[in-house]
């Protein structure tokens, strides 16, 4: 879990792009990201919020952990 001193940090340019390109790998994957939080510490990023149905709830972190520049993903997800 990612504390609150990560939470509040600047951002990187590396992950900055990092979250460009997981948002961009859900939309390209069909999911849609207006009700999700994306946070990315380094080369880790914590997803939650509301996704459209169950298999949308288990392909999010597949799309994610597809990402080569993606180490751990840790999800909060539930069917709205």
Do not use: C, F
Request: negative net charge; aromatic residues 2%.
């Amino acid at each position: 879990m990612l504390t609150n001193q990560e939470y509040l940090r600047a951002k990187s340019p590396d992950e900055q792009h990092l979250l460009t390109r997981v948002r961009q790998a859900l939309v390209d994957a069909g999911i849609g990201t207006e009700d999700l939080t994306i946070d990315i510490v380094e080369d880790r990023v914590n997803v939650r919020g509301l996704v459209a149905s169950h298999e949308e709830l288990v392909r999010t972190g597949d799309v994610i952990r597809e990402l080569p520049e993606v180490r751990e993903v840790y999800e909060q997800l539930a069917v709205r």
